[in-house]
């Protein structure tokens, strides 16, 4: 697995400094709001895991899945392949991602979570990639921004594969051959 890496982007030392940094300043903003933080699965969940030990204040937490329907990328349409399982209505919404690169994910998200009236949506997400923005969506708290390279670990995957890997590395071009 690692031989596949050809160089670590994010240590495991970065990751977990930047992530604390996050928590605190999300708990500093959404006191007494009790927000609720969506996860988008796969990617966000070792993120997630590790973000949510670092907010001190009440919240709960929800999960959904989604996929892109492949042929359709033009029109931004999102298959939601796990829903909410909790009322989001009047709800503070904190969106947890992994990477926000086109953007198109996250748009479709967004408007669809709009949809059920929370009081707010914001987005936190990991990484951002904003040299790839196709859609007009913006992260309220991002711990690093990224070149455009392809990156895996720390939850993020190439074909289901390198989810476990500690750090966020950058593959070797061959393995996409
Ligand atoms: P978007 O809709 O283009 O913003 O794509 C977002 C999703 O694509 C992310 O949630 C990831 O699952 C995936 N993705 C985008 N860039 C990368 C990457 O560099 N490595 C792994 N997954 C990625
Ligand atoms: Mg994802």
Known sequence: MKKDIERVLISEEELESKVAEMGQKISHDFEGKDPIFVGVLKGCFIFMADLMRHVDINCSMDFMAVSSYSGTRSTGAVKINKDLSEDIEGRHV???????????????????????????????????????????????????????????GYGLDYNERYRNLPYIGVLKPEIYS
């Open 94 to 152: 904190i969106i947890v991602e992994d990477i926000l690169d086109s953007g198109v994910t996250l748009n479709y998200l967004k408007n669809y979570l709009e949809g059920r009236n929370p009081a707010s949506i914001s987005i936190a997400t990991l990484m951002d990639k904003p040299s790839r923005r196709k859609a007009p969506v913006y992260a309220d708290y991002f711990c690093f921004e990224v070149p455009d390279a392809f990156v895996v």
